[in-house]
Structures are given as structure tokens and as C-alpha cells.
């Protein structure tokens, strides 16, 4: 009997496994169990205390029907569904167009352009809350900054963003994408690092051009991370509450709000907690598909996580 085999009978070390058995079926033995779950115990323990008691405690406190009786014949509650589905529809893909076409323009290797993306990523790193708060009062007022360089250059008072709900909506969906965007356009860029420089030269033999590379070339072999990427930011966005809290901060009287923002109101400001996370559990039926879908894409397209 050889060394291999004494080893496989005597039990494989942690990492070694037997001919024909897949690597994750591999057993711990003896101390290797005692301190493989010593390491598991604080994993879980903070997944519980931070992910499942939260969960299970919100769904508890959402569960009374006669709640979502009291949205549903809320006016202002319809209000904040459809500001939700405009900032998240806008906001999301006007967002992911965006960053797509600049992921091609950062893959330049000029030195200005490398320069330029280390200037975009700014608002990335910023925390949410000193980008929000200084786009907040830049709109704020006719003394906000926007409005005195518009009374400035015109000698007229400037429009007020935060008193026009149309003006207000487009500041929230203006703040979102200048901040969220530099992450995706990164995404992009390395999925389209990914793709073999061979593509490129037989598009180019075969008479593409630059846009039509773009289109049949680059396009299709990232479009699996487009859409990823998509349904990923449409469950983060639905969800939102810096932005709208911190940019119009529900101006004017509250018809900008959107659903974070609304359930923030209710459970904090108005006493009604059940309510205000009624109002988020009301998100999914928009939520659970996407999620699902979500799951079903990365499992087809053999991403692994």
C-alpha cells in the first residue's frame, strides 16, 4: 500500500478529497468539526441578529391585512407608489444606458481620460449623506446656490427646485445618478476587460465600425452583467431612502416622497410603525420577482457567488 493510499484510508487531510468525490463533499474530522463551527457560531450569530430577526420581526409587524386596507385608501400613499416607479424606472436605466457608453470611453489608455475617471469616481466615494445634504441646499431656496447664479446671470429669481414637485423629482433622480453611477460604469468597464482583444480584430477584419462593434461585439458578451446589474440596482432602488430624504426631503408637501421615505414618516414622525413597514412590505410583489428572476439569471448564465 503506498503513501496515497494510507492517507485516503486514514482520512484526508482538510482540503484533500477522495478519487470521483466532489471537492465540497469532503469531511472535517475531529478537531477540524470543533473549530470550523467555533469559526461558524459569530458568522451566524450576527447573520441572525442583523438579517433574519429583522426580517422575520418586520413581516410580523406588517402581517395585519386591515394595515394594507389603510394604504390602499390613502391618497398620498398612491402618491409615493408612483413616485417610486418613476425614480426607479428613470433612475435605473437612464443610469445603466449611461454608465454603458461611458465604460467604453474610460477603456481609453490616454492619460488625460485615466486622470478623468479618477476625477468621476468622486461622488462614488462620497458618503451619501455630505453628497445629499450639499445637493439639498444648493436647491433648497431662492438663497440656495442654484438659484443665486440663476439670479445672477439672468437678473431674474431663479425657479425654486424644491417648490415645483416636477423640479424636486428631477433633482432626486439627477442626485441618484450623478452618485451611484461612477460604481456601475466600473462594472462595466471590467466586464468589458473580460472580453479577448481577438473579438475586436476579427469585428474589425470582417469591416465594423466603432458603433457597430458596440451594438454586435461588445453589447452581447456583457449583456448578461447588463441585466444583472439592472434587476440588482432595481431591488436597491425601490428600497431607497438617503436620496429623497436628504435632496427634496419630500418637497413640496410631501409629493415627492417615495415609499422609504413614507414608511420613515409614518413609523417615526406620526407614530404608526405597523403602518410604515406595511408600506414597504407593499414593494413586494415587486421585489420577490425580481429577486427571483435575478437568482434564475446568475444560476443559468453559470454565475457563481
Known sequence: MNSTSRVLELGSPIGATRPGVPPWRFRLQGS???????????YLAVFAAFVVYPAVFGLWMGHDPALYDGLFSDPQYLT?????????????????????LLSGFFMSRNWWIRSLLAIYLIPWALPALTAFVSIHYM??????????LWRELTGEDGPMFLVSRSLATTANI????????????????????AIPQDIYEAAEIDGASGWRKLVHVTFPLIANVYLVSTLLFTIWTIGDFPTVYFVSSGAPARQT????????????????????????????????PAVLLLMRRIRVTGVQL
Open 174 to 193: 439627477l442626485s441618484y445618478i450623478w452618485k451611484w453611477m461612477p460604481f456601475w460604469t466600473l462594472i462595466f468597464i471590467a466586464a468589458r476587460m
Open 139 to 148: 436647491t433648497v431656496s431662492q438663497y440656495g446656490l442654484l438659484d443665486s
Open 257 to 288: 416622497d417615495v415609499l422609504a421615505t413614507y414608511g420613515f414618516h409614518m413609523a417615526f414622525d406620526f407614530g404608526y410603525p405597523n403602518r410604515g413597514v406595511a408600506a414597504m412590505m407593499s414593494a413586494l410583489p415587486v421585489l420577490i
Open 32 to 42: 477540524d468539526t470543533t473549530w470550523a463551527i467555533a469559526f461558524l457560531i459569530p
Open 80 to 100: 409615493m407608489v408612483v413616485n417610486t416607479l418613476v425614480f426607479t424606472a428613470i433612475g435605473v436605466n437612464v443610469q445603466m444606458f449611461l454608465a454603458f
